[in-house]
């Protein structure tokens, strides 16, 4: 069984510039959660769907920060425009119950 | 809410001696509490989880963890650490149920030494 993809691996950019990252979860695995990880740190809930449905986007910086998941599949996070602060790694996890399977994240760095 | 708190940023231990990782929660309800190990450039792969039940859970890789209410506490052990167990380790707790958000603590860097 495939695990959860996400695509790029690595991304540099500079500030102000937008960036995107896009994942594929796990087949039949209906909810979706997009992480953000500092360095140094535990992972932190940016937001997560169910099927299509944005359940818990408390934590997403709404004024830069956009997510879709269409038809309930693949799921793009957008960040516009990059700070610096956002250099992080971005994690993408998909579960069918309370289990969360972790993608391998995207390392972005913003100069 | 929750919250995690796991002591001890870095721990180092010689290969073949006893690893303890701590880890201790704060949760109003009852919780379900996991720990993940991550590998450099990885991302998170679990270990095991404590739901319901036996207090005592055994995962992958000969790690265990005893969840124990008194002390709200879920630390990881492993009788004698393995080179290939240096790693990144998260603890990780949620409210259970339906609520699948996970909070996680910062983390704890485990070093092996030869």
């Known amino acids: 069984e495939a695990g959860v993809v996400q695509s790029p691996r690595y991304k540099i950019i500079e500030k102000k510039q937008p960036v995107a990252f896009w994942c594929n979860p796990i087949s039949g695995h209906n909810t979706l959660y997009w992480y953000r990880q500092n360095l140094g740190q535990g992972p932190e809930l940016l937001i997560r769907y169910e099927n299509e449905e944005a359940v818990d986007d408390s934590q997403l910086p709404k004024d830069r920060f956009s997510a879709e998941r269409l038809k309930g599949v693949d799921s793009t996070l957008k960040i516009q425009p990059a700070e610096l602060g956002d250099s992080a790694v971005y994690l993408c996890a998909s579960s069918l119950l309370y289990e969360q399977y972790f993608g391998p994240g995207t390392r972005l760095t913003v100069t | 809410a929750q919250s995690v708190t796991q002591l001890g940023s870095h721990v180092s231990v010689s290969e073949g001696a006893l690893v303890l990782l701590r880890c201790n929660y704060s949760s109003s309800v009852p919780p379900y509490l996991f720990w993940y190990v991550q590998y450099p450039n990885q991302g998170l792969q679990l270990l095991l989880k404590?739901?319901?039940?036996?207090?005592l859970v055994k995962g992958i890789n000969g790690f265990e963890a005893e969840f124990k209410k008194s002390e709200t506490s879920f630390h990881l052990t492993k009788p004698s650490a393995h080179m290939s167990d240096a790693a990144e380790y998260f603890c990780a707790v949620s409210a259970g149920g339906s609520n699948y958000k996970l909070t996680f603590g910062k983390g704890t860097l485990l070093t092996v030494n030869p």
């Open positions: 404590y739901t319901t039940g036996a207090t």
